[in-house]
Every structure is written in C-alpha cells, then in structure tokens.
C-alpha cells in the first residue's frame, strides 16, 4: 500500500523566514504534486515534479524530487503571510496515474507577521 | 489548464436519502476521479470513474454506496447513497489533463455535504 508521510503537519512560522515541508512516500512513483488549499477552498495545483533532480521554482516557493530517496521538498523563502493555507504533496498510484493520486496529510502553515 | 465545476456546491440531507453530485468539465479529460475530503483532513480516493463502464473503486468504497456515471469525457456524476451522518464531508470531482507523461490533475471546488 503506497504511503505518503509530510511533516511537519502544523508550522507556524514569521514573515521574512525561510522553512522546508518534507514528503516522504513508500513505493516508487516518477511524479509528485505539490498543491495548495486555502479555508474551505479547493486544491490549487502548484507544482507537478516529474523526474528525479526535479526542481521547480514559483515566486517563494520552490519544490524538488529526489526519487532514490522517494523524497520530495516544498522549500518557502522569505515567507509572507500571503502564503498562510494548507500544503499538500501527492504522489501518482501505481499505473502512471491510471489509479489517482495517494495525498499525504497535509502541512497546515500558519504565517505570522 | 481544466476547468472543473461542481454542483452543488452544498447540501444539508437527512439521514437516509441520497443525493447525486454532478461535475462537468470544460474540456475533454482522460482520466475523471472522485475523491473525499472529511473535515481538517486529507483526501482520500473514491474511485476512477471511467467513460462507458462501471468506475474502478479504491479499497473501503462500494458502488452500492457511491454510484457513479461517466456517460461521456467531460461529464461525471457521484451519488452518495443512503446517507448517515458519517458520510458529512466535502466531495471533490478531479480530472486529468494534459499531454502523457506531462498530464496533472486539477479539482473541483467540491461539494460540502452535511447529514443530520
């Protein structure tokens, strides 16, 4: 059974700072996703990584893939309270996505001024 | 990049009867999912719902309880049968879009659903 870990699961964190969201997953898969849920939002699709050394970068945020490590990384710079909301990394079931997405937990952040 | 409407986008029921969600996409889309979300939690996969035949469910979900459509590549419905206070969550339609190898997914804005 294909299992997706993030951690931390709650981050509270200062404007101006810099922090790391994990997501480790179990089985082997080619591609994560990386999307954002603002309160009583749907998903917005952020990143989509692809290969392994992926590495994609959107304003503050940046995302990579290693998938020897079956690790991937949502990295936020100087964080601002506009990225306050719900992270969550998803990896493709078996199948090349014919089966859905398994989602990790999700990384609650909270940006503080 | 998709763009997936649901409806409703909210319903209060009764325990016992059933209602169907409809989701409808801008464009035609390989794959159609059905997930769900409870509240503060992650989303769990329902099933794939495939064009023309019955849809593929994930483990713990049975079409008796969620029947689902797929009656052409833009249009999906989830019915959510006889409904108990346990099935009070948000249901969010998903589609696959784009070239292979290079295809992502995008959701719907789900339809929160409360049973009393």
């Known amino acids: 059974e294909l299992k997706v870990e993030q951690n931390p699961l709650f981050l509270s964190m200062q404007e101006g700072k810099n922090y790391t969201i994990y997501c480790n997953y179990s089985?082997?898969?080619?591609?994560l996703y990386w999307y954002r849920q603002d309160p009583g939002k749907s998903l917005e699709s952020l990143f989509v990584?692809?290969?392994?050394?992926a590495v994609k970068q959107e304003g503050r945020l940046m995302a990579s893939l290693d998938t020897k490590a079956r690790l991937s990384t949502l990295h936020i710079t100087a964080a601002v309270h506009d990225l306050s909301a719900t992270y969550f990394c998803?990896?493709?079931?078996?199948?090349?996505?014919?089966?859905?997405?398994?989602f990790g937990k999700g990384t609650h952040l909270i940006i503080q001024p | 990049s998709a763009v997936i409407s649901q409806k409703p986008s909210r319903d209060i029921c009764q325990r016992g009867t059933s209602l169907t969600i409809q989701c409808q996409v801008d464009?035609?889309?390989?794959?159609m999912f059905w997930y769900r979300q409870q509240p503060g939690q992650s989303l769990t996969l329902i099933a794939t719902?495939?064009?023309?035949?019955?849809?593929?469910?994930e483990s713990g979900f049975v079409i008796d309880k969620f029947p689902i459509s797929r009656p052409n590549l833009t249009f999906s419905t989830l019915t959510v049968s006889n409904m108990s206070p346990e099935d009070s969550s948000i249901y969010l339609c998903?589609?696959?879009?784009?070239?292979?190898?290079?295809?992502?997914?995008?959701f719907g804005p789900g339809t929160r659903l409360t049973v009393l």
């Open positions: 464009s035609q889309v390989t794959m």
């Open positions: 719902a495939n064009q023309g035949s019955e849809a593929t469910y």
């Open positions: 990584l692809l290969s392994n050394g």
């Open positions: 998803a990896v493709d079931s078996e199948g090349g996505g014919a089966d859905g997405l398994t």
């Open positions: 998903s589609a696959r879009q784009g070239l292979a190898g290079k295809d992502t997914q995008y």
């Open positions: 089985t082997t898969s080619d591609r």
